[in-house]
């Protein structure tokens, strides 16, 4: 199991791209051109890069998603969090690691050799956007894993966007001693191991690494890195080493975010002191503001939810992180819940997760995966004067730039359920007729 496997299982649901593409703003033109639901990509032919090639789009459907975990589409949510709970625990690796096949160490210059992505016109750099950061907190021992942009800024320096723990807080410790922290960053790994990166996992929760190999349905296998003291995936395409240095920062960005526009920080430098690669690796990219993120995000930060939510109010039925919203918006779809009911759960929802500033709750008879019913919803459902909830003086998230001076920022709440009477009944069409109409447009369809 690793990405060149999930690749090969993808048959015709694999785009194949001959001709030479540019990682300069060619590659993430192409991606952001296939919109919702199009085919994985592969480039076979990098300008520059001879033998390396660039894949994307791997997670942008909810049907390539299930492949990877081994589920039905419509049991993706159940799926993930029956099988997080479980827990692997990787093993060392077996002979040669195929991450090992070439490897560069010493003053290694990073964009020589890696054809990282230059995504939007104004970002100032080439920046890593698929890359599991995994290090050690000296102290504890705990090994920490999540995705953290990476700006390119020429010769073995990259800045590092570290906002979100564990690893921003590895890193203020290891600052504090005045230590550099070593990390390494796993690029091309299967889907299982991308989402288990970004899971939010508390302090006394499971190690990662173990979520990745519940997910994947087999234990990750581990290799010793070569300049750092921690283990690493055997089977990425490529690892960079390295280490964050203390008590630097520099200007990282701008950089086009998930939000939508372009955000710059002071940042942590990694200084690389190795990179390690399969031969004829695959790149991965992975296009900020596109349904490949929005995907990731779903199911892994708002399926997490969900499954806080449904321990503490009866009735929630799914969540949807809203498209193009950075996770900003969720709509919750609910069954049987009192109008006081909802309004618990609006508070609930927007205090558990400081990334949302907006949530809905609808019926479980709207699809909240279908934004033509939520707004349908919204239309015939919500009364603006008695199901609006707004919360003020909330800490505003560090990307969003409505909050990014003052860092305060607010939250609302939408309450769009239906009331009582038969006039919010929703209009269908009988089981039998619509089965037969399926069955008939479908034949129709087939070789068009």
């Known amino acids: 199991m690793d990405l060149r496997a999930f690749l090969d299982s993808l048959g015709c649901d694999l785009l194949r791209v001959p001709g030479e593409i540019d990682p300069k703003f060619e590659a993430a033109a192409f991606l952001r051109e296939l919109r919702d639901g199009g085919p994985a990509v592969l480039f076979e032919t990098v300008k520059g890069y001879p033998g390396a090639r660039v894949c994307g789009n791997l997670l942008a459907s909810r049907k390539r998603l299930a492949s990877a975990l081994g589920s039905a589409e419509d049991r993706l949510a159940e799926t993930y969090l029956k099988l997080k709970e479980r827990g692997l625990p990787p093993v060392a690796a077996k002979g040669e690691a195929p991450v090992k096949e070439e490897i560069k160490t010493g003053a290694v210059d990073l964009l020589s050799i890696l054809p990282v992505l230059t995504h939007y016109e104004r970002d100032a750099a080439p920046f890593i956007t698929a890359g599991v950061v995994l290090s050690k ?31 921003s807080q590895f890193y203020a410790r290891a600052e504090a001693a005045n230590r550099p922290l070593e990390i390494a960053v796993a690029l091309g790994v299967d889907p299982a191991m ?7 996992v508390g302090p006394l929760g499971p190690d990662k690494m173990e979520i990745a190999g519940a997910l994947r349905g087999e234990p990750v296998e581990l290799t010793d890195g070569e300049t750092v003291a921690m283990e690493v995936p055997a089977r990425a395409e490529i690892v960079i080493e390295g280490r964050v240095l203390p008590g630097l920062r520099e200007v990282e960005g701008p950089f086009g975010e998930n939000t939508g526009y372009y955000f710059s920080n002071v940042s942590p430098v990694m200084e690389v002191t190795a990179i390690t690669h399969r031969r004829d690796f695959i790149y991965p990219g992975l296009c900020p503001w596109t349904a490949e993120v929005d995907n990731l995000l779903s199911l892994a930060a708002g399926t997490e939810l969900l499954g806080q939510l449904q321990t503490m109010v009866s009735g929630v039925v799914d969540l949807e992180l809203a498209a193009g919203t950075a996770g900003f918006s969720a709509v919750i779809a609910v069954r049987g819940c009192s109008k006081t009911e909802v309004r618990r759960l609006i508070h609930l929802t927007l205090s558990l997760d400081k990334r949302l500033k907006m949530a809905t709750v609808v019926d479980d008879d709207v699809n909240i995966r279908e934004a033509r019913e939520v707004a349908w919803a919204m239309a015939t459902r919500f009364r603006p004067d008695r199901d609006t909830v707004i919360i003020e003086g909330m800490e505003g998230y560090v990307i969003d730039p409505s909050s990014a001076q003052s860092g305060v920022g607010a939250k609302i709440g939408f309450d769009a359920t239906r009331g009582a009477g038969p006039e919010f009944d929703k209009i269908a069409v009988p089981a039998e007729a619509m089965t037969k109409a399926k069955a008939i447009a479908g034949k129709l369809m087939e070789g068009r």
């Open 137 to 167: 907190d000296a102290e504890s021992g705990r090994r920490g894993m999540g995705i953290h942009r990476m700006m390119a800024k020429g010769g073995n320096r990259l800045g590092i966007f570290l906002a979100n723990p564990p690893l």
């Open 194 to 200: 991308l989402l288990a990166s970004v899971v939010r």
